[in-house]
Structures are given as C-alpha cells and as structure tokens.
C-alpha cells in the first residue's frame, strides 16, 4: 500500500510538472504543429507510398476527414488541395473558392493559393494544372480499408476523372497507404502534448478512486467525477461520450457506459478513460482498483496474482515494441504469457496506436491467437508511433461471469524500443470499506 500511494504521488507531482505546461483551454498549437506535419513528414509518406501525388477535395457541411489535417476545414464550396514532389522538393497548391483563399493564404499552409471564382470549378483547374505535370501515381482518398483515406464522395471521383480525362484518370492510385504512413508517425511536440494529457488522464482516475465509498457509491458516479475534471480542465472525451469514462466493477462489458453498480467490497474496479486536448490528440489509460473486505488490508491471494500476470503480460509487450517489429508479435508476445499463467482467452488485441482519435492509424498489435489478423497486425512498428496497450489476465468470478485486468499504459516508440510516457502502473489500488 505504502509503495502504491508513493507511485501515485511520483504521478501527480510529475503531472503538475508537465501537464502545467500547457493550457488546454487556451490557444490550440495545432496550427504551427500541422505545418511541420506537412513539411516534415508528408515528402517521407509520399516516397514510402510510392506518390509523386496527393489531391484531396474537400468541401462545405460533408467535408474530407482530412480536412484540418491540410487545411481544407473552412472550404465555404469545393477546394482543391494538391501536393506534389518537384525538384524543389514538396510543394504544394490550394485551388480555393475566393471567398476562403484570402485566409487560406494568411495561414501559410500552401505555397501557392489560387482564387476560383464564384461559379468555376476548383476541380477542373486542379486538373489543368496536374495536366502540365509529369505525374505518374496519384494519390486520391479512396479506400475501403482506412476510413480516414476515403473521403472523396462517388459523386466527386466521377467528376475528377472527367476532369482529368483518362490518360490520368488510369494514374489514381488510393491513398491509404500515404495516409498510413503520414498519421502513424507523431511529432515530438505532439508526444509531449499527449505525455501531458496522459498525465491528467491517469491523475485524474486515481483522484476518483479516493472518492470511493464501498456500498454506497456506484461506478456511474465515478464516471461522473471524471466527467466534471473534464469540464474543470476544458478538455473533451478521448472517444464516445457515452461510453467515456467506462468505470466496471462488476462482470465484463467491453466497450460500454458506466452502470449505476454499487461498488461492493470484494470488487475489482476498471476505469477505462481518455481525454482529447486542444480538440485534437487523445490519451487511453486504464487503472484497476480493488477493494478491501473488512478483514483484509490487502489484496487475497488469487486477486494479487491475477494483477501480478497481468502486469506481467504488459511488460512482455512492452519489451518486445521495437522498430521494425510486426503488430502480431507484440501480441504473441503478451498472449504467450496469458496462456503459461492460465488466463482465460480475451478477444481483444494487446493494443492499439493512439493520437488523433482512440483508435488511430498504425499497426494494431494483435491477431496472433486469430484464426486470420487484421491486414495492420502485419505492419511494422516505426519510431515516432504511439501505442496504448494492455496487459491481460481474465478469469471466472464466483458468482458468474468473467472478469479481466487489462491495466492500459501509454508509449512511444523510440529508436531503441519503447518508452512509457507516463509511469506504469505497478500496484492495486486498495480502496479500505468504511
């Protein structure tokens, strides 16, 4: 216990060090952060995609996911956004309704902005311009595989390829594979952002924790008391707000909403919680409490082992979370460890990336106990990835059903391995019944 309130302690002073740092109700540092994004690392998406190309069309009410990621998120009508590589290196310009391109260009995204008058098409002139190229592949968001890769509507690809007329129209490529490689790696500032994030996120569940009343208050109110740190700090859900915070102390649910369940002595609590900051990067940590029957000052002995296996599976991943290693033997990694401590099976993967959404673009570290993985299972892990990740033990409770530790952390993948963003953690919360 004492070893457990000193960790707790190290993450909060660590969490007012770093997470002081930022303002996350002030000014959004989204927009200098993009224009390293597409300077930086897009010219290296385009080569490891095998693009000399990338059109994205965006537009008013129904825009392309990608949209604020290139800087089509104020389109008023069709804007045309094209990047392309030149002798110059990346280069890139912005056919834009006139009545947007004068702030378009203020922004100093694009290198060249050019007004298209009311009435002509954003699209036809894009299409004049990749006419003079010598482009050979061209990447447009089409795809049946990465959802933020296909926001280019049916309507709108039957219009490019008329446009571009058939010759080029045979050069379209999707651009998924651009997308993946541009999204799954973040930049050190945003590392640090949602290191800071990630601090709250689990300073905050452990706060919750204290206010925990064995027999009275139930996981709903928990839920709520993390709902209104949200709001005190000026920062969102880090997935669905009805299933955010996900406070369990009862049998699994999955992905769910927090019950009105009163914690009961006896329970093992899970909080599963992630916050979005600055409207933009997420956090996925989770923290397990359990709570202590009357005669018990610590944890019995099944539960403790089961929190000992479970941490143990983590730090299994953890240590395998290498560049150039494939998702799939994160996963073998874990689950090889579940298996030797008799775990019953779960159903989800060790982990998964994490940034701009929950669930984000990258390599999922799972399959390797499937009877066929996810196309990403096989991708390989690069450095400037983040993952948050599990570590697994499930069993049969007494009374029926099935309970699971899956202790969530946080990491980035470094030239050497892996780095926890935050400090794992180790122990049980212990939760005393009055």
Not at 2 to 28: C, T
Request: charged share 20%.
């Amino acid at each position: 216990m004492r070893r457990f309130l000193l960790l707790a302690l190290m993450v909060i002073v660590s969490s007012a060090n770093a997470a002081g740092q930022y303002d996350f109700k002030g000014p959004s540092p989204w927009p200098e952060i993009r224009k390293q994004r597409i300077a930086q690392l897009l010219p290296q998406a385009m080569q490891a995609a095998n693009v000399d190309a990338w059109v994205v069309i965006c537009r008013e009410n129904d825009n392309d996911p990608l949209a604020d990621h290139v800087g089509g998120e104020n389109a008023g009508g069709e804007a045309s956004l094209l990047f392309y590589i030149s002798d110059k290196g990346l280069q890139s310009v912005a056919f834009s309704p006139e009545s947007e391109s004068t702030a378009l260009s203020e922004a100093g995204i694009h290198d060249k902005v050019i007004a298209v008058k009311k009435g002509e098409s954003s699209m036809k002139q894009a299409a004049a311009f990749i006419k003079q190229q010598q482009f050979q592949r061209i990447a447009v968001n089409n795809s049946d595989k990465n959802a933020q890769a296909d926001g280019l509507s049916f309507s709108q690809r039957m219009r490019l390829q008329q446009a571009l007329g058939k010759s080029l129209t045979d050069k379209l490529v999707s651009s998924e594979e651009l997308v993946y490689e541009w999204l799954s790696i973040k930049l050190p500032a945003e590392i640090d952002i949602m290191t800071a994030a990630a601090e709250l996120t689990a300073q905050w569940q452990l706060e919750a924790y204290q206010q925990v009343i064995p027999g009275k208050t139930t996981d709903a109110e928990v839920a709520a008391f993390l709902k209104r740190k949200m709001q005190q700090y000026g920062v969102s859900d880090g997935w669905a707000p009805d299933q955010n915070p996900n406070v369990n102390s009862g049998v699994d649910r999955g992905h769910s909403h927090a019950t009105d369940k009163v914690i009961m002595p006896g329970d093992v609590i899970q909080t599963d919680f992630g916050i979005r900051v600055y409207d933009r990067w997420v956090t996925d940590i989770q923290r397990f409490a359990y709570v202590l029957r009357a005669n018990e000052t610590t944890a019995p002995t099944d539960i403790a082992s089961y929190w000992q296996h479970a941490k143990a599976g983590g730090y299994q991943a953890f240590k395998a979370m290498k560049p150039g290693v494939k998702g799939v033997e994160v996963d073998a990694a874990q689950k090889e460890l579940m298996v030797l401590a008799k775990s019953l099976p779960v159903i989800w993967s060790t982990g998964h990336p994490v940034g701009y959404v929950a669930h984000d673009t990258g390599p999922n570290l799972g399959g390797s106990h499937s009877p066929s993985s996810r196309p990403a299972a096989q991708k390989k892990l690069k450095q400037g990835m983040v993952f948050a990740f599990d570590g697994f033990h499930s069993w049969h409770l007494e009374d029926g059903g099935v309970k699971t530790i899956s202790v969530e952390e946080m990491v980035e993948i470094t030239e050497d391995g892996a780095r926890y963003l935050i400090p794992r953690q180790q122990d049980l919360v212990l939760i005393k019944s009055k």
